[in-house]
Nanobody, 119 residues
Framework: QVQLVESGGGSVQPGGSLKLSCIAS????????MGWYRQIPGKQRELVAS???????NYADSVKDRFTISRDNAKNTVYLQMNNLKPEDTSVYYC?????????????WGQGTRVTISS
């Protein structure tokens, strides 16, 4: 079955960096778009960054020029490099797989990894 396992979360000071990883299994990783979302209690889950099967990327305005999403199809892994972290980046970050087949879209989620930015 589909599994998305995130790692790399933690607690850092403002201005610090973290790199999240998501190891995928149970599907053909290279042909699906992948992404990172985040959610804090009481708010909707929001897109942070996404990357298509061909490597095109998209970022939320709030993280542009600070975060970089990448993927390694040989390792079935998607990454999120987060630099110059701010307190407002504090959240639980979720790995996402977006499966699109014949016009039908389905999202799969990891269990989440917590990121805390605090001095």
């Amino acid at each position: 079955q589909v599994q998305l396992v995130e790692s790399g979360g933690g607690s850092v000071q403002p201005g610090g960096s973290l790199k999240l990883s998501c190891i995928a299994s149970g599907f053909s990783f290279s042909i699906d778009a992948m992404g990172w979302y985040r959610q804090i209690p009481g708010k909707q889950r929001e897109l942070v960054a996404s990357i298509t099967s061909t490597g095109s990327t998209n970022y939320a305005d709030s993280v542009k020029d600070r975060f970089t999403i990448s993927r390694d199809n040989a390792k079935n892994t998607v990454y999120l490099q987060m630099n110059n972290l701010k307190p407002e980046d504090t959240s639980v970050y979720y790995c996402n797989r977006r499966r699109e087949r014949a016009g039908v879209t389905r999202d799969y989620w990891g269990q989440g990894t917590r990121v805390t930015i605090s001095s």
